[in-house]
């Protein structure tokens, strides 16, 4: 009776140990499911989310790239492919400001030099232009057909020439302009006086920069002076120095207008690194347009 009674006791907690590890297992069963269902709904969630913003094939961990990306942007913009990218990422790491890198008095030897390096970046500058080294006249063309802007500086250079008197400035600058013309089919609308409108170079013929800033506006152009100098005009100054001067200057202005010679090769060699590390602090680079700030200097003759 004991035993029988044992025996019965023992196969009821054996059929109720079947029975726990079967709900057990159905429990596990239908959790597992549900899992792998959610988990599905998940990825086609984040797929959605994805594809209408970009139409390469991005998977579900494309979300922890794009936070990422804020920080790797800098060599987006090196880049010519950043369309979608830089749209939604640049406000992050713009810093707000505009550096207009502006090269007077070439083309020269330099110049085709130059421009590999801003079409590395994708960088934008405005070149003053004159006839001086005219064997390199060529370039103008390349520096229009890539985006840059071209404007006149002064055909001869000649302080005492072009000073000489109002028509004797813009017999020179028509003289440049003719030259651009031939090589890119158009005019511009752009210029900037040598030596600058607070120029006194032109001090022989009083008055002469007043009248020629007025004139300047009459025929609808506009000139540009510059708000940062990288000192490069001086004959005693070293690639390092400017690049420092270039640094520090545009630090001081929303849109920084910054003068530089393409005609001096220690110029031309330091601006690999600042374009690398303005694009790194969040600059963008622009050509200039006539409806640009002029940066103008205050007239002094
Ligand atoms: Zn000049």
Known sequence: MAKQNFET???????????????????????????????????????????????????????????????????????NAQTDEQTTAAPENSNGRTIYLTFDDGPGPYTERLLDI??????????????????????????????????????????NKIYASTDAYWQDFNAMQEVIKAQTGAETKMFRFPGGSSNTVSKNTPGIMTELVKQAGEKGLSYFDWNVASGD????????????????????????????????EYTVNVMDEFITWALSKGYTFAALTPESDGAHHRVNN
């Open 9 to 79: 006791i023992a196969k009821k907690r054996a059929l109720f140990s079947q029975r726990v590890i079967t709900l057990v297992l159905i429990f596990v069963g239908i959790f597992t499911v549900t899992y792998i269902v959610g988990l599905a709904a998940t990825r086609h969630n984040a797929r959605a989310l994805v594809e209408p913003t970009d139409s390469q094939s991005v998977d579900a961990d494309a979300e922890t790239k794009d936070g990422e990306d804020a920080d790797s942007e800098n060599t987006d913009e090196t880049g």
């Open 233 to 264: 005009a001086a004959n005693n100054i070293s690639g390092a120095e400017v690049l420092q001067n270039c640094k520090v200057g545009v630090a001081n202005y929303k849109n920084a207008v910054v003068l530089c010679h393409d005609v001096k």
């Open 118 to 159: 801003l079409k590395k970046h994708d960088v934008k500058a405005t070149f003053f232009l004159t006839h001086v080294y005219s064997q390199y006249e060529s370039m103008i063309k390349r520096e229009a057909k890539e985006g840059h802007a071209v404007a006149v500086h002064s055909y001869t250079h000649d302080y």
